[in-house]
């Protein structure tokens, strides 16, 4: 019976460390998507500026780059509170209205929740039952972004962000995304080229990030949002072949920076305006402890560590477990 408790509890003990090499390697994996991110950095200056010098704009000229990104701006409307009703309010209309002024010649997409749904049942089937399983509304927001840039490219904005100037200067780069600078990437203004094969690699992994993982921050974030655009962008760089001289070799996309603190370079091309339309109660909890992260990755792993540590010392013990040698005793015989 003893062996069969020691053998039990050797078992136990090795799943219970399994697992915890398990989850802590996973943990590192997801903390990386708050760090140093794949790809090419690029500043909003340097994209004026190279538009400049190859005879646009001031300099006059056609210019020698190619245009990649078609003028095309999509902005997904789902109106939550009054469904049916596809009018803007008048602060996103302004702002809107100011994009359009500032970029003649453009076309303006403006998808309602009846067009995306018929966009997604219309060109990609086989995803409308993920697409209408969606356990929170803005998750629909998020997916429809990626099949639009896919399927049509062009530049992608939430209607909370209006344009300061013409959005031409960024539209000679495969595809960019943007990146506030600290913590994961942003999925708030993107662009592509159409089919780029990473807009393939997000909406054909969509699917199986499509989790519910309790939180309503988390599931959003991470099934659909920009934790889940993340942890694809630094996939699809992971199996790219290493950037080479050659122009042509070049694979990896861009991130155009967009942080909006004091000491940050100024926002040249775009603007933030009101949003918040998908607060939920946990928001304010997760966005705290994003502020924290170095502390809560050392928390966690000093939990992971203790864990360890207590399955450990659960192996050694009974590993010794079994006979125990009885100590040397003088035996006294009797007789009868």
Partial sequence: ?????????????????????????????????FFQHAGIQLRQADALEAY?????????????????????????????????????????????GGCVERNPGW?????????????????????????????YKVQRVDAVRYFLLYHHGGIYMDLDNGCKTDLTPL?????????GGRGALSNNILASKPRHPFWNLVTMSLMEYDWNYFFPYITISFASGQWFETAVWEKYHSLLPKPGADPEMEHRGYRLIMDDRPEADEWI??????????????????????????????????????VFWGGSRCLRRYNRAGYTRLKNR???????
């Avoid at 539209?171 to 990146?179: E, R």
């Avoid at 339309?277 to 560590?305: P, R």
């Fill in 330 to 336: 003088n035996v006294v015989g009797s007789s009868v």
């Fill in 107 to 135: 076309e303006f997409k403006l998808w309602t929740e009846r067009t995306s749904r018929e966009f997604i049942e219309r060109e990609y089937p086989w995803f409308l039952r993920t697409y209408d399983g969606y356990r």
């Fill in 269 to 306: 091309f775009f603007t933030q305006e009101r949003g918040g339309t998908w607060v939920n109660w946990d928001n304010k909890m997760f966005l705290a402890i994003g502020e924290h992260l170095f502390l809560l990755f050392a928390s966690l792993v000093g939990l992971a560590a203790v």
């Fill in 171 to 179: 539209l000679y780069y495969p595809f960019w995304i943007t990146d």
């Fill in 1 to 33: 019976m003893r062996i069969s408790i020691k053998i039990s509890v050797i078992l136990w003990a090795v799943v219970l460390l399994a697992g915890t090499g398990y989850i802590l390697a996973r943990l590192v994996a997801f903390v990386g998507l």
């Fill in 52 to 96: 400049n010098q190859d005879g646009h704009g001031l300099l006059g000229g056609g210019g020698k780059r190619v245009q990649h990104i078609p003028k095309i701006v999509h902005q997904v409307f789902h109106n939550w509170k009054e469904p049916g009703n596809d009018s803007l309010p008048g602060d996103w209309e302004g702002v809107r």
